[in-house]
């Protein structure tokens, strides 16, 4: 295995950590692999710990190259929306391991996004905001490097409109600013990449309509959409395994679950 760390990837930060599988030709895979860009969450005001290392090596062992993205979060002392800074840093990092696809023996067509709660939102725009004019501006490009060609949403905080709306994200994203450009189910197109969504019922910080209505809108769209619902388990359970934060082992069955959907996807057969 071996460890890429970069940063910073705007002017205002962000950093991308990778984990990439040695070359090896007796292995099944021997072609370049698939990436996946794993973003955790934390209400855009810190990163949660364990939508990080544990989701990349969940994936990793399953045969993907793995990263993790680092973004900026909102800052308490100086309360200045983050508007479209994470997303900048986001759609930077997808460029960058495209960019880097020789050397780093990724499929450049191969390149998922993965992200929790708001790390979901994140993970979302990636799939549905990578050709907005304001993110544009940001980037200084316009070459579609940074849309992801899959996406998964773990209880992502969608909304931005409407009374499910998670309002610390808000928050955090617009401040007294219009939302309206960050709702993503009023922003999905027929180009938005498959996504495989998943959340509980009794989520009680992001209402599961957040999962609902983004997988009807990708449906209204004609968009490729897997949607798992669980009837328990609480916000934020990550991989559903472990132990310090809950262990939930039928809620745990979304990681094999979406490996398999991302298999196909990705036209690589999953090791396990």
């Given at each position: 295995?071996?460890?890429?760390?970069l940063?910073?990837?705007t002017?205002?930060?962000?950093?991308l950590v990778?984990?990439?599988?040695?070359?090896?030709n007796?292995?099944i895979?021997?072609s370049?692999r698939?990436?996946?860009?794993?973003?955790p969450?934390g209400?855009y005001r810190?990163?949660?710990e364990h939508?990080g290392?544990?989701?990349?090596?969940?994936?990793?062992?399953?045969?993907?190259?793995?990263?993790?993205?680092?973004?900026s979060?909102?800052?308490?002392?100086?309360?200045?929306?983050?508007?479209?800074?994470?997303?900048?840093?986001?759609s930077?990092?997808?460029?960058?391991?495209?960019e880097?696809?020789?050397?780093?023996?990724?499929?450049?067509d191969r390149?998922?996004?993965?992200?929790?709660?708001?790390?979901?939102?994140?993970?979302?725009?990636?799939a549905?905001?990578?050709?907005?004019?304001?993110?544009k501006?940001?980037?200084?490009?316009?070459?579609?490097?940074?849309?992801?060609?899959?996406?998964?949403?773990a209880?992502?905080?969608?909304l931005?409109?409407?009374?499910?709306?998670h309002?610390s994200?808000?928050?955090c994203?617009?401040?007294?600013?219009?939302?309206a450009?960050?709702?993503?189910?009023?922003?999905?197109?027929?180009?938005t990449?498959?996504?495989f969504?998943?959340?509980?019922m009794a989520d009680d910080?992001?209402?599961?309509?957040?999962?609902?209505?983004?997988?009807q809108?990708?449906r209204?769209?004609?968009?490729?959409?897997?949607?798992?619902?669980?009837?328990?388990g609480?916000?934020g359970?990550g991989?559903?395994?472990?132990?310090?934060?809950?262990?939930?082992p039928?809620?745990?069955?979304?990681?094999?679950?979406c490996?398999?959907?991302?298999?196909?996807?990705?036209?690589?057969?999953?090791?396990?």
């Open positions: 295995m071996r460890r890429i760390d940063a910073p990837l002017p205002e930060g962000g950093s990778g984990y990439l599988h040695d070359p090896d007796s292995y895979h021997r370049p698939p990436a996946i860009l794993v973003i969450g209400g810190k990163l949660v939508e290392d544990p989701v990349a090596w969940e994936f990793f062992t399953a045969g993907f190259h793995t990263f993790i993205l680092s973004y979060l909102w800052n308490a002392e100086a309360p200045e929306p983050l508007g479209w800074t994470p997303l900048a840093q986001a930077q990092a997808l460029r960058l391991i495209r880097h696809a020789a050397e780093w023996d990724v499929r450049p390149v998922a996004v993965m992200g929790f709660s708001a790390g979901g939102n994140l993970a979302g725009s990636c549905v905001l990578w050709d907005r004019p304001e993110l501006a940001r980037l200084g490009a316009a070459d579609g490097r940074n849309r992801p060609d899959a996406a998964v949403l209880y992502p905080a969608t931005m409109l409407g009374p499910y709306v309002q994200s808000r928050r994203l617009v401040g007294e600013g219009d939302p450009p960050f709702d993503l189910p009023s922003q999905v197109r027929a180009d990449p498959p996504c969504v998943w959340s509980t910080h992001v209402p599961v309509e957040n999962s609902l209505e983004f997988a809108a990708l209204r769209c004609g968009v490729p959409c897997e949607l798992h619902l669980y009837t328990e609480r916000h359970l991989l559903g395994t472990v132990e310090a934060v809950e262990a939930h039928h809620l745990a069955s979304w990681a094999p679950l490996k398999q959907w991302l298999g196909r996807q990705l036209d690589f057969p999953v090791s396990r």
